[in-house]
């Protein structure tokens, strides 16, 4: 996505995003030291700080529900009734959630009343006049109803799969429609039982398809019942109140009361103290570095290695200080690490080039250029100089001066195995000298 296009606002989902970040770590939760079970929230985090990270927006909110939906409910009190109980984990996941949020300065929005669909939907709807394209963050299939040239669904990948980005042509060829609105008549047909709404008797997904082809609406289905034969006709005419009711439900309201001032949407720069304060309750370590690198005010370039794309990012201040550092506290001032780094030849004055490399292909390049050498030096980022305590947040390689190559390593145990195993024989080449400070650490 061209992130020189500055009318675009992003709005986020918050609960399906957080139980989607919940259910995809269930096998394996996060868990501090005192057994608090952070899954949803560094769920969500993760995915909120990679979305900054590659789409660099320039207008952000997340979206809450709040309270229960009377919009819906007052016409159908069983509307999610059927649901189970909130997971332990996803209360405690969203104050933390919001502490984060206001820590970076991201507008939190949610309407008594009203479903966070329904607020999304105005906000796109009145965004879109004002010449916005708004990227609805989010995997609910419910939002295909919105979708427009200007409005589009944006779907992040799971464990760092690829994102879908569905617009209206996405739209009509997954449903096989001639309108995305038309997704509201394909829900009150087939009814949707994630939240409890009736659908008509007997009319499942393809049988929806095969009536929006020959109907287009369920209006003028069950005007044309006629059409129908045997137990289909008898069921569509019996639940025929139920679907128009249905309809009603599955209908996203673009007239919530909430208004659309674009200057509230700036994505600003977080408080980087306040967000340390709640990663450091949490134990979340490594993604604080994650954070900064986001936001960090830096002009990308590319290079090609054998024929691989590595990004090559110019040093900011804060980053030059701390490659002068060595082994560093990641979440050190710069006024503290400017003090650390002071002498008399600067970073400025030498030129560099310094490489992150962040994909598995380009990391094997890099190991086979490093195996070519003689003398390598490399070091490591931890979060701590106590080795019993200590985790490994990055490696970097240098074998010439003023080149040197940086690898970050994920918050999951598996995905940093998976990356030693791409280094380890660097590691295990015994004819190759490698250069470490404080080694036996």
Same mark, same amino acid.
């Given at each position: 996505?061209?992130a020189?296009?500055?009318?675009?606002?992003?709005?986020?989902?918050?609960?399906?995003?957080?139980?989607?970040?919940?259910?995809?770590?269930?096998?394996?939760p996060?868990?501090?030291?005192?057994?608090?079970?952070?899954?949803?929230?560094?769920?969500?985090?993760?995915?909120?700080? *990679?979305?900054?990270?590659?789409?660099?927006?320039t207008?952000?909110?997340?979206?809450?529900?709040?309270?229960?939906?009377?919009?819906?409910?007052?016409?159908?009190s069983?509307?999610?009734?059927?649901?189970?109980?909130?997971?332990?984990?996803?209360?405690?996941?969203?104050p933390?959630?919001?502490?984060?949020?206001?820590?970076?300065?991201?507008?939190?929005?949610g309407?008594?009343?009203?479903?966070?669909?329904?607020?999304?939907g105005?906000?796109?709807?009145?965004?879109?006049? /004002?010449?916005?394209?708004?990227?609805?963050?989010?995997?609910d299939?419910d939002?295909?109803?919105?979708?427009?040239?200007?409005?589009?669904?944006?779907?992040?990948?799971?464990?760092?799969?690829?994102?879908?980005?569905?617009?209206?042509?996405?739209?009509?060829a997954?449903?096989?429609i001639e309108?995305p609105?038309?997704?509201?008549?394909?829900?009150?047909?087939?009814?949707?039982?994630?939240d409890?709404?009736?659908?008509? /008797?007997?009319v499942?997904?393809?049988t929806?398809?095969?009536?929006?082809?020959?109907?287009?609406?369920?209006?003028?289905?069950?005007a044309n019942?006629?059409?129908?034969?045997g137990?289909?006709k008898?069921?569509?005419?019996?639940?025929?109140e139920?679907?128009?009711?249905?309809?009603?439900?599955?209908t996203?309201?673009?007239?919530?009361?909430?208004e659309?001032?674009?200057?509230?949407?700036?994505? *600003?720069?977080?408080?980087?103290?306040?967000?340390k304060?709640?990663?450091?309750e949490i134990?979340?370590?490594?993604?604080?570095?994650?954070?900064?690198r986001?936001?960090?005010?830096?002009?990308?370039?590319?290079?090609v290695?054998?024929?691989?794309e590595v990004?090559v990012?110019?040093?900011?201040?804060?980053?030059?200080?701390?490659?002068?550092v060595?082994?560093?506290?990641?979440?050190?001032t710069?006024?503290?690490?400017?003090?650390a780094?002071?002498t008399k030849?600067?970073? *400025?004055?030498?030129?560099?080039?310094y490489?992150?490399?962040?994909?598995?292909?380009?990391?094997?390049?890099?190991?086979?250029?490093?195996?070519?050498?003689?003398?390598?030096?490399?070091?490591?980022?931890?979060?701590s100089?106590? /080795?019993?305590?200590a985790e490994?947040v990055?490696?970097?390689?240098?074998?010439?001066?003023?080149l040197?190559?940086?690898?970050?390593l994920?918050?999951?145990?598996?995905e940093?195995?998976?990356?030693?195993?791409?280094?380890?024989?660097?590691? *295990?080449?015994?004819?190759?000298?490698?250069?470490?400070?404080n080694?036996?650490?």
């Amino acid at each position: 996505m061209d992130a020189t296009q500055d009318k675009r606002l992003f709005l986020i989902d918050a609960y399906a995003m957080i139980f989607r970040g919940y259910y995809a770590l269930i096998r394996n939760p996060r868990l501090t030291s005192k057994g608090l079970d952070t899954s949803a929230i560094f769920g969500f985090t993760n995915s909120l700080i *990679e979305l900054i990270r590659r789409e660099k927006p320039t207008h952000l909110a997340v979206v809450f529900d709040v309270g229960q939906a009377s919009v819906r409910t007052d016409d159908f009190s069983e509307y999610k009734a059927n649901r189970s109980e909130t997971p332990e984990a996803i209360k405690i996941a969203v104050p933390y959630i919001h502490k984060i949020l206001e820590a970076m300065h991201i507008p939190i929005l949610g309407v008594e009343g009203y479903e966070a669909d329904d607020v999304i939907g105005t906000i796109a709807c009145k965004a879109e006049k /004002e010449g916005y394209t708004t990227f609805m963050v989010t995997p609910d299939k419910d939002f295909a109803q919105l979708v427009t040239d200007k409005i589009k669904i944006y779907k992040p990948g799971l464990k760092g799969g690829d994102i879908e980005i569905l617009g209206v042509e996405e739209v009509k060829a997954k449903y096989e429609i001639e309108d995305p609105k038309q997704v509201i008549d394909f829900l009150a047909m087939m009814g949707d039982a994630v939240d409890n709404i009736p659908g008509l /008797e007997g009319v499942g997904e393809k049988t929806a398809m095969k009536f929006l082809k020959e109907f287009r609406s369920i209006e003028n289905l069950l005007a044309n019942t006629d059409q129908l034969k045997g137990k289909l006709k008898e069921k569509v005419e019996a639940s025929a109140e139920r679907g128009i009711l249905s309809k009603k439900l599955a209908t996203i309201i673009c007239d919530a009361p909430i208004e659309f001032h674009q200057e509230q949407y700036d994505l *600003e720069t977080p408080d980087f103290e306040k967000v340390k304060e709640v990663f450091d309750e949490i134990e979340f370590r490594r993604l604080y570095e994650n954070l900064y690198r986001a936001f960090a005010p830096a002009t990308v370039t590319t290079t090609v290695v054998a024929e691989v794309e590595v990004t090559v990012t110019e040093t900011t201040p804060q980053q030059k200080v701390a490659q002068a550092v060595g082994q560093l506290d990641l979440f050190a001032t710069y006024e503290e690490l400017e003090q650390a780094t002071s002498t008399k030849s600067t970073i *400025e004055q030498n030129d560099h080039l310094y490489q992150f490399v962040d994909n598995p292909k380009a990391q094997k390049i890099l190991v086979d250029n490093l195996l070519k050498e003689q003398v390598v030096c490399f070091d490591t980022e931890t979060t701590s100089l106590n /080795e019993l305590e200590a985790e490994l947040v990055g490696m970097s390689f240098s074998y010439k001066k003023g080149l040197a190559y940086y690898i970050p390593l994920s918050e999951d145990q598996g995905e940093v195995l998976q990356t030693l195993e791409i280094f380890r024989p660097f590691f *295990e080449k015994e004819d190759l000298l490698k250069v470490a400070h404080n080694l036996k650490f």
